[in-house]
């Protein structure tokens, strides 16, 4: 068992489990999973923000035109990214370390 100095702090508190999990699984592995966290909460960011606005007509730079929906969606979709990639809202995290327990266990 890794010493508590060494081991990843999951939402702040040691987690052995994770770590374990971590030495099982490849570092291409680990950054692929990192990567599908991210992209996952960017998704659920956009969908999110997507319904904060969807009763928002007529504003932004292209008025009340068709444009303003294409507009909108395009800035949704860069804000999702965005803030999923500064560290989001921690469904990431989440995300990640279920993947990892996931592939630890297909090792096992």
């Keep these: 068992m890794p010493s508590k100095a060494m081991m990843p702090l999951f939402n702040g508190r040691p987690d052995p489990a994770f770590a374990d999990a971590l030495k ?7 950054a692929k999973a990192k990567t599908t966290a ?3 909460e960017a998704m659920f960011l ?13 504003e ?9 929906g ?9 804000y999702s990214k965005s803030f999923a990639k500064a ?3 921690g ?3 989440e995300v990640y370390r279920t993947l990892i327990l996931q592939q630890a266990g ?3």
Excluded: C, E, H, Y
Excluded at 70 to 78: A, I, P
């Design 24 to 30: 099982k699984v490849s570092p291409q592995a680990q």
């Design 38 to 40: 991210t992209d996952f």
């Design 46 to 58: 956009n969908s999110m923000f997507s319904q904060m606005t969807s009763g928002i007509k007529g």
């Design 60 to 68: 932004g730079p292209f008025g009340d035109t068709p444009g303003t």
């Design 70 to 78: 294409v507009w909108r969606s395009m800035l949704t979709d860069q």
């Design 87 to 89: 560290g989001g809202v």
């Design 91 to 93: 469904i990431s995290n």
């Design 106 to 108: 297909r090792t096992s």
